[in-house]
């Protein structure tokens, strides 16, 4: 898939200088081939045994006499003139196809660019380098990670920009989620997640529920060992042996967790740490979890920004569990023995994990909401051009867009 990112550019005079002699040289290029299409193409209706227009031919054919009637065509890029030739032959194309009327004459001053191939041009950082001319500041970095093709340098009234084409590879874009809309997901130890919607916690493998009772059993075990004694070694390995097996499984059950959700919904509401992993045996699986929490939001983030959807990440003062999901009513304390509390207020009896699923998703859709104005559809198509590392924090809520 092709595509172009339009970045300013800050020329020094000499470059400006540059700019806009390559941008009539390219413009009289073209000029001059429109005018010799149309001379041929007459030529050819009078004679059908004379060659038809090419802008392959028209090439060969300003190449050839360049040096000769117009030299000063030598004082800049070899692509101007050639570029505008190959995009006069895409015109002509364009109105053969139907897409396009009669290509016109183009007229100095109006959109005065010049294009380069990929081989006549050398991006690093945020600089283009360009032959001849040196390196051009540009405001930005370039977005896209792919093949670059092409550039075309540009004026819009004083200022000037390059627009540079990209090929990305066809993997890395997937269609859209289903459109389920949005989703709030709490992630927790014995249930590996919950969701806001109506559907059951998501357990996790077998393996996982056991294991972790197993992990438990043997750190209970470990404390009971003598220090520096070859009993207490030994457990310690099986332990270490035991946190890699069950954070391997998490991860795998995590990885397919947001393939799932990153298809079904556009807009994801997460938390930014795993606060409430310090439940049981606290400090090992809390480790696991933490560990795989940074993984699944890694995953959920890339793969939502690939399909464009997008992914809000509370931040860890954000009190998804305190907070009742219908009124907003928030508890002062809230003990993580209580599985199930009723709102004082609302008096809506709440799943402690289901309630911070939704308060993560009321989050979500109305983050989503400000920082563009509408919902749904609408950000979608703004979101889709930008990519992930166009992060950006808008209050403590991290978004893509
Ligand atoms: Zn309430």
């Not at 947001?258 to 400090?283: H, P, Q, W, Y």
């Amino acid at each position: 898939m092709l595509t172009a990112h339009k970045i300013a550019l800050n020329p020094n005079n000499r470059q400006r200088t540059y700019f806009l002699k390559a941008s009539g040289i390219a413009r009289f290029a073209y000029n001059w081939g429109l005018s010799e299409w149309q001379r041929q193409y007459g030529e050819w209706k009078e004679d059908n045994t004379r060659p038809k227009p090419s802008q392959m031919a028209l090439r060969r054919q300003l190449n050839a006499i360049k040096h000769e009637q117009f030299p000063w065509m030598l004082e800049v890029t070899k692509n101007a003139p050639q570029m505008a030739i190959i995009q006069l032959g895409e015109a002509f194309k364009n109105f053969f196809a139907g897409r396009n009327k009669y290509p016109t004459f183009r007229k100095k001053g109006i959109h005065d660019r010049f294009s380069l191939t990929n081989d006549q041009f050398h991006i690093d950082g945020s600089g283009i380098r360009i032959p001849n001319l040196g390196w051009v500041r540009m405001h930005e970095a370039l977005r896209f990670t792919g093949k670059i093709m092409s550039a075309t340098i540009s004026r819009v009234a004083s200022r000037w920009f390059v627009s540079i084409t990209v090929e990305i590879p066809e993997q890395s874009m997937q269609p859209v989620a289903e459109n389920q809309g949005a989703v709030g997901v709490d992630l927790g130890i014995s249930a590996l997640a919950t969701l806001s919607t109506e559907e059951e916690p998501i357990i996790g493998p077998k393996a996982h529920t056991a294991l972790l009772n197993r992990l438990t059993r043997l750190a209970r075990s470990l404390s009971r060992k003598q220090k520096n004694s070859q009993n207490r070694k030994k457990t310690k390995v099986k332990l270490a042996k035991l946190h890699a097996k069950i954070s391997n499984i998490r991860k795998d059950a995590l990885h397919k967790l947001s393939t799932a959700l990153t298809s079904r919904f556009d807009t994801i509401g997460i938390e930014d740490l795993n606060v409430r992993g310090m439940m049981k045996n606290r400090c090992l699986a809390r480790s696991i979890a933490d560990m795989s929490f940074h993984e699944f939001r890694r995953h959920v983030e890339y793969k939502a920004h690939r399909r464009g959807g997008i992914v809000v990440v509370a931040d860890r003062w954000f009190a998804s569990s305190k907070i009742c999901s219908c009124c907003g009513y928030k508890l002062d304390v809230l003990p993580l023995s209580v599985r199930e509390w009723i709102c004082p207020t609302c008096h809506t009896q709440h799943d402690r994990d289901h309630n911070a699923a939704v308060n993560l998703k009321n989050l979500a859709v109305s983050s989503t909401v400000s920082a563009c104005g509408e919902e749904g559809a609408g950000f979608d198509r703004k979101i889709k051009v930008k990519p992930a590392s166009m992060k950006q924090e808008v209050n403590s809520i991290a978004t893509y867009g």
